[in-house]
């Protein structure tokens, strides 16, 4: 519906699409959010701002005004998204064969705090994304083979781009973790260039860009079997005190 505060509408975010147990996906709630800046347009960067965790199957109001979206319950902000005037930069490229090959040295088989996370988590073929990013020999870098499940289409057969920016937000934290070790998504700021395809494969890359006390750092890419850049982010991870 239209409001004098601009566009306002109901939302939920079902339990598929949980991080921590009981929040949603970091990547996913702000690709969600960012969605209702854009639509299906690319032109731009958008900064989203985590300020609290989302809570799963509850009404929330999704509002959209100029350049801005915010998410929220009630009086608490939960998610706030820009629109930025930004380049982003992408980690290298690494072939599909190569970055599928560095998952067997996800740190997360060795230790995972969030299991059942909708992009890194351990859930069945087809429910989750299953993008373990594990670290590729002789570079600094991340990465994990993604194929795309049929599963994670909308109506219409497309890839939404709340499923891509959930690719993008998970290997920037696991640039960074060891087995067990965890934070939370602060900021994550994403362009997506290209459509991603239900049922293609493509290359996920990281990498940490540096830390500032609890702060983490991280960029990430998509990219096609040929190299073709899909989608950029970097994000902001916190430490829990």
């Given at each position: 519906m239209t409001t004098a505060a601009g566009l306002q509408t109901v939302v939920t975010v079902p339990a598929r699409f949980r991080g921590p147990e009981g929040a949603a996906n970091g990547g996913w709630i702000a690709g969600t959010v960012s969605e209702a800046l854009h639509g299906a347009r690319h032109d731009s960067a958008v900064e989203v701002t985590l300020h609290a965790p989302t809570p799963l199957e509850a009404e929330l109001e999704l509002r959209q005004l100029a350049n801005t979206a915010t998410l929220t319950q009630?009086?608490?902000?939960?998610?706030?998204?820009?629109?930025?005037?930004?380049?982003?930069?992408?980690?290298?490229?690494?072939?599909?064969?190569?970055?599928?090959?560095?998952?067997?040295?996800?740190?997360?088989?060795?230790?995972?705090?969030?299991?059942?996370?909708?992009?890194?988590?351990?859930?069945?073929?087809?429910?989750?994304?299953r993008i373990f990013p594990g670290p590729v020999e002789g570079k600094d870098l991340v990465a994990a083979g993604w194929r795309v499940p049929m599963t994670v289409t909308d109506q219409d057969g497309v890839v939404p781009d709340a499923v891509v920016w959930a690719a993008l937000d998970c290997a920037t934290g696991w640039a960074h973790f060891a087995p067990g070790?965890?934070?939370?998504?602060?900021?994550?700021?994403?362009?997506?260039?290209?459509?991603?395809?239900?049922?293609?494969?493509?290359?996920?890359?990281?990498?940490a860009t540096g830390r500032e006390g609890r702060k983490l750092f991280g960029e990430s890419a998509v990219y096609e079997v040929d190299g073709t850049l899909v989608a950029a982010a970097k994000a902001t991870w916190i430490v829990p005190a």
């Open positions: 009630g009086e608490t902000l939960l998610v706030e998204a820009i629109t930025v005037a930004e380049q982003l930069d992408a980690p290298a490229f690494v072939p599909f064969n190569d970055a599928a090959h560095a998952e067997r040295g996800f740190a997360g088989l060795r230790g995972h705090a969030f299991p059942g996370c909708f992009t890194c988590g351990m859930r069945d073929p087809g429910d989750g994304l070790e965890f934070a939370l998504l602060g900021r994550l700021t994403a362009r997506v260039h290209r459509r991603v395809y239900p049922g293609g494969i493509y290359s996920v890359v990281a990498r």
